[in-house]
């Protein structure tokens, strides 16, 4: 057997971190990527997972590992920039992705081709009802008036090229499977990167969300792990045409995210488990330890399925995450309404364009010449903001806005999408009512 070496890479931020875990072969015998990501994963639980599950598959690639403690995740962080920056090596700025509900100056909502629109990459997107087979409906699309007011895709969005492109491109085949359709982000400028794309959606048509229950969310990630074995096997997602093993291919795992997040299990049939840490040493709850276990039951069928085909020694494997998800200390949670903030922004004519609230928020003025008196108004808040807001410091638009090293060039942002003014927040807030 080769020599093998994990790395393990800690991403770390204020109310996010997370980890990135490579299996590396001997470099003459790569032959191809398995990209997983683990949304939501902290440095914290891994450890705390691999010193109390020895036996588990992420010992055992922690077992070969180096780890790295001072990478960082996505500023700011969410599931569309932290994915991006995964397969582009970009940043928000480069790639021109803030977050999965942003907006553009210079795009329109559908219906009209008024510059100026919010744009979302999500479930809004969706032909209805909801299913695991939705598809993206064009008449939501968001419209270019530049371009006689076409609609703009989620893969027209990003600024850069991403690793799917380059391996097509280069003759080897990609795979990739995500939470919503609007993940055919990844299918790049070309439009179409991606020769596998399987997009399950996760919102359910009706009864309990599906992240609202843990069971749930574990038997939706199940699906994706099932078209991961088959892809490794040699046949398309679905298991029925087989096409030959991907050069670059991968999914995320929302369980433990939802593990994190969910007080507590919703389907009244499932297990009673309670959700979130326990105290701020990270203790898992119930409810987490579950979806943890049943990640790495995942990664470990994987694992095993690679070494079955004769795949394990030419494969690298990438555990990582997109974010992470704050607090974990349960007792400085604050759940802060959002309209605070927004009633200072819209006292300076003509006001807000858009706040994108979660434990971060970003700030879209309609008049971005306004961005001094927004600050001047924000900053004489400050006493309201720390009391109130749970925000230490207003952030001027040119700490966003300088342009950031990207494929060897100084590469500035787009400002047509720019959030003008951030806040700073704590990381005991929750931008929700």
Known sequence: MSRRTLVIAVFTLTCV???????????DSTKRVLLLSVDGLHAGDLKRFVDTHPESALAWLSARSRTYTHAT??????????????????????TGVYYDDGYDRTLAAPGTCTPGARVQWK????????????????????????????PVWPHQFPRVNNIFELVKAA???????????????????????????????????????????????????????????????????????????????????????????????????????????????????????ATLEHTDASIGAMVSALNEEGLLE????????????????????VRVNPTAISNIVNSIAPGLALLSADTGPLIWLKDQTKTNEVVAALTASMPIWRRCLRIRRP?????????????????????????????????TCMWRC
Request: charged share 15%; with cysteine.
């Open 395 to 427: 952030i001027r638009g040119r700490q966003i806005s300088s342009c950031s090293r990207f494929q060897g060039r100084c590469t500035p942002p787009a400002p047509r999408r720019l959030p003008i003014t951030a806040g700073s927040a704590t990381t």
């Open 171 to 289: 003759g080897g085949r990609t795979a990739w499977s995500d939470k919503h359709p609007a993940y055919e982000v990844l299918n790049g400028p070309s439009g179409t990167g991606v020769d596998d794309l399987y997009t399950p959606e996760i919102t359910a048509p009706s009864g309990v969300a599906t992240t609202n229950s843990f069971a749930l969310t574990m038997a939706y990630d199940d699906l994706k792990v099932a078209a991961i074995v088959n892809e490794i096997k040699g046949f398309d997602h679905t298991g029925l045409q087989y096409v030959g093993v991907p050069t670059v291919f991968g999914m995320n795992f929302q369980a433990v995210s939802v593990g994190q997040k969910l007080n507590a299990e919703q389907v009244l049939t499932a297990p009673p488990l309670t959700g979130g840490y326990l105290d701020a040493a990270g203790t898992p709850s119930t409810g987490l330890q």
């Open 123 to 150: 479930q809004n997107l969706d032909v209805l009802p909801f299913s695991f087979t939705t598809t993206i409906d064009p008449a939501k699309l968001p419209l270019d008036p530049a371009n006689n007011c076409t």
């Open 17 to 27: 971190a997370s980890f990135a875990a490579v299996l590396r072969a001997d470099r």
């Open 314 to 333: 030419s494969t690298v494997i990438i555990v990582s995450a997109k974010h992470g998800n704050s607090p974990i200390d349960p007792a400085t949670l």
């Open 73 to 94: 995740a996505t500023k700011p962080s969410d599931s569309f920039p932290g994915l991006l920056a995964m397969v582009t090596g970009g940043t928000p700025r480069s």
